[in-house]
């Protein structure tokens, strides 16, 4: 049943190589996100947090839990934030801010939920891989994350070149995924020092009941 | 509004230091996995998964949404494999294996679960920072993770030493979401290459109706 | 703050009337449900259930905690079943079934994914108010709810004129929602004679983990 | 496969039997419900808004979606409402009010949680067909339901009494669950009353981006 790229190798030994892979590609890619969309993307959740304007995160499937981590987080630090999906959900007004996580940028219901998004005046936060797609060129302010997503091709030479991962060691989008929730938590680090927020501050909002 | 620690320090520069912070201690921490403990726990998949056993992943908050991101790429591997608190939840029986998630090891809905989960005659497998934690205590299989988490204190010192970071920019339990997403990522691999399979057929098992 | 309508009624009253009229509408529905539209539902599901095929349920806010309540039944009773926007969902093939719940049959998201479901061959079955709709136009199968939708209007002189119910009485989807719910509680009876189970049979499936 | 019960039944026979016997037993339900209990309730949580105190909705399976809905309409009231297990859960603090549903007042996710509400100085109100089981004990307040749970035996006869339904015909919980989604359904009707709030009050919190 093994395919012949795995022969010779011991159990575990993939585990490892695949661990390797994903944490040199995580480190690498620090270097290909841009500082200033970093600082737009905190200033735009700066501003909601200022003027008490709600923010919605929206994903599709290992995209969108990645972004509920995200929202988690926000919550802990004192915004009024919701998950598309969930049962508390409330309407969205100008001024809003819509976070949708999407590695292709293609997902219709993403993509579908973003346009809804814009037509009640909302602002658009996307984190994609491709600038050019639909949910890119819908979107007021693009985040753009390396990584190789479901349906990149040309971006693979790119990735192999970089960390000379291939496939099986991170299929699908999980180069995009890990690495969004990495960005993503360090935004929270740049989020707690602008707004003056410490470790112990968010553990009070932390969800006690689950404790 | 700022704190001392972050005068002085450029927008966008914390979001850096964090990165660069969570990106070498993701890095650093395979060599504190146990390649043993990681081998127990792709064996008991692969047993499930050859003897059409189920898996049931629990988790609370941020550790559940990794939790679920696990469980997704084993449905994509054609796992039977559902996530408490969900709808489709089905019964247990001996021999289905529990994933139980908590970096604390104390999260009473998932000491609690787990516990059921023992007594109707699941294999639980628990991946904590703690195995001496009640939920370690109760489990059959440990995979040690790496990580500062919600309730530690003794365990700082170590992470500090490790990679000298300090807790604003890797609040909670950040540093062990991240580390098992990526080790449970990484198990996926090792699964592909146990199981035979490619990444084209995990994309046919990825849900279509969501691009 | 109370409104004109208000006056003079006691506390507790309103409870009591909005009760009553609820009960009074589901209770008159059953005569405007279709024999035969029920009768292909059921047809359908338990082909589905014969040929192994999956059933998907869609569905957003209240209306899909109804489609929600209606898979978990499915699931007890030995159906492969998933509900659209959980961790798990498989990709769907020809001859699988989806179970559409919208009252005003104009929902994006669910129109959005029951397209897709339709361009990868899957029997689109809904349920909703407006065979009109979009939703009801790409239908393969449609089981019209009587109801006062969050969207009718012309509606609303029938509702009002069998029952006597006024809006504050059952706001919005409300009368769709709960009579949704017990049409499809009604077909997991049928279902249950359809395929020979017991509620013994159904509670052997319950997940055993919750109790 | 057909039951000796099921003999000499035509197709969707079952089906409105089953209708018929769930839509009489809502009806009957309603002369078993304690005025008093649904005051407090009520009281309960327009205290709650009126103090801008959280809402936290605690159940599971079917008894859990029934909350939801229940949630959602406190959300579209303007209640600041969470439901246990979403990704935006915050602490709970004194005052704070908890809804926990279970038939069966036992299901043990629901008697933890509920505990550790009571911990924190949460109001915990109960909505349950036994007063006597754990949740019921541990409750500042007890709504009872009429209801035929899933593990009563000693209720089943006078359910049989009352609406000579069996068991197929409403399997496990069906019956307290729909039951107590009518009740809390008509309890919203008595909150718009006492918050002085009107159906296009609803419409305008109601999620926009669904629609």
């Known amino acids: 049943m093994l395919r012949r ?10 585990f490892r190589e695949s661990y390797a892979a994903i944490s040199r590609f ?15 993307l905190v200033d735009t959740l700066v501003n909601a947090y200022n003027d008490g ?10 995209s969108g839990l990645v972004g509920r981590a995200f929202a988690m987080r926000l919550m802990h630090l004192g915004f ?6 969930e049962t508390i959900v409330p309407a969205l007004h100008p001024g809003d801010v819509v976070i949708a996580i999407s590695g292709s940028g293609r997902t219709k219901l993403v993509v579908t939920a973003a346009e809804v998004a814009k037509s009640v005046g909302a602002t658009v936060v996307s984190l994609t891989t491709f600038p050019e797609s639909p949910l890119g060129k819908l979107s007021d302010l693009i985040v753009q994350i390396p990584g190789r997503t479901k349906v990149s ?33 360090s935004v929270v680090s740049e989020l707690m020092m602008r707004l003056g927020k410490t470790e112990e ?9 689950e404790i």
Not at 57 to 62: F, K, N
Not at 80 to 85: D, P, W
Not at 153 to 171: F, M
């Open 53 to 62: 304007k709600k923010v919605l995160v929206i994903g599709a499937g290992r």
């Open 26 to 40: 995580i480190m690498n890619a620090l270097d290909r996100i841009s500082d200033n969309e970093i600082k737009q």
């Open 80 to 85: 009024n934030v919701y998950v598309l999906g």
């Open 153 to 185: 091709s040309e971006d693979d030479y790119n990735v192999r070149q970089l960390i000379g991962i291939y496939e099986p060691l991170a299929p699908l989008g999980t180069l995009f995924e890990i690495t969004t929730m990495v960005i993503l938590d």
């Open 5 to 14: 790229q795995w022969l010779g190798r011991d159990w575990v030994q993939v």
């Open 201 to 209: 501050d968010l553990k009070k909002r932390h969800a006690n009941i």
